[in-house]
Structures are given as C-alpha cells and as structure tokens.
C-alpha cells in the first residue's frame, strides 16, 4: 500500500498562484510514476500533470505552459506549480502514484480560483 498526502490547496484570485504538495509514504519502492488529477463539481475526474522516476512529464493542454510538476524521488515527493490561474482550474486536486500498474490516491486538496 501507498499513503498519499496532499498540501497546498486554498483560495487564489484569478492571475494568482499556488503551489500544490504530495508526500508518499508505504510501500513506495517501485513507485513508477507520480501525478496530478482534479475533479470539478459535476465532472469526471482528469489527469493534470504527471511525472516518471526518470523525469518525463506528460500535461493536459488545459495547463500546459501555466503549471509546473517536478518529483523529489530522494523525498517520495511531487510537487505542482500552478501559476496563471483561472476560475476554470477550479477543483479537488489528486495526488496520483502508480506502482506495478496500481493506482493509488490522495483524499485531495481543494483549490478554488475566484474571478
């Protein structure tokens, strides 16, 4: 098993930034690869951001260009940069770890973008 804990999260005006924390803990040996996904109120959850052990990351184009990950693989850690915020980002935020084809998840942290 993998415990997820996100921090981070919060209330931003529009423009703003914030940034997003995952610590992993448990059985993290094998961890492949550590992510982000968010859910907003009436719609699926979706991928953000992700990030291998050997550093390739892979954004939704909703992001891609505002938002930053990178992975403390010495630290079981990944982090999300959000930078140029909108009210559309508006969500719960994942924190996502992927192990021998396992998903595991954070509970989420709520990022909320005022207009």
């Known amino acids: 098993q993998v415990q997820l804990v996100e921090s981070g999260g919060g209330l931003v005006q529009a423009g703003g930034s914030l940034r997003l924390s995952c610590a992993a803990s448990?059985?993290?040996?094998?961890?492949?690869?550590m992510g982000w996904y968010r859910q907003a109120p009436g719609e699926q959850r979706e991928l953000v951001a992700t990030?291998?052990?050997?550093?390739?990351?892979n954004y939704a184009d909703s992001v891609s260009g505002r938002f930053t990950i990178s992975r403390d693989n010495a630290k079981n850690a990944v982090s999300l940069q959000m930078n140029s915020l909108k009210s559309e980002d508006t969500a719960v935020y994942y924190c996502?770890?992927?192990?021998?084809?396992?998903?595991?998840w954070g509970k989420g942290t709520l990022v909320t973008v005022s207009s």
């Open positions: 996502n770890s992927r192990r021998y084809g396992i998903d595991y």
């Open positions: 448990g059985s993290i040996f094998g961890i492949n690869s």
């Open positions: 990030i291998t052990s050997g550093g390739s990351t």
